[in-house]
Nanobody, 115 residues
């Protein structure tokens, strides 16, 4: 069974930092591209960052130079390090991967940035 479990979301002030984690199981993790998305109620889901099996990285313009995606293939975990947080970063953050013919999602973790 493919399972993705996010953690690390919190309430933080503008300018602060957080590190999100997504622990994966049920896949040969090192072979898979992993993605972080975020979504605000009533808005479209936004792709935030992508990391491939060979650690190629892509970021949304809105987070470039502030967020860093990384992976640990021993711990089967993908991270999103977020710095210089802004109120507009407030959202539910979820990790995702495509495996066994479908997209899988974690339950999401709430990030709230206060002004």
């Amino acid at each position: 069974q493919v399972r993705l479990v996010e953690s690390g979301g919190d309430l933080v002030q503008s300018g602060g930092s957080l590190r999100l984690s997504c622990a994966a199981s049920g896949i040969n993790f090192r072979l898979y591209t992993m993605k972080w998305y975020r979504q605000v109620l009533g808005q479209e889901r936004e792709l935030v960052a992508t990391i491939t099996h060979n650690s190629s990285r892509i970021y949304a313009d809105s987070v470039k130079d502030r967020f860093t995606i990384s992976r640990d293939n021993v711990r089967n975990t993908v991270y999103l390090q977020m710095s210089s947080l802004k109120p507009e970063d407030t959202a539910v953050y979820s990790c995702s991967t495509f495996a066994y013919g479908r997209n899988f999602w974690g339950q999401g973790t709430q990030v709230t940035v206060s002004s």
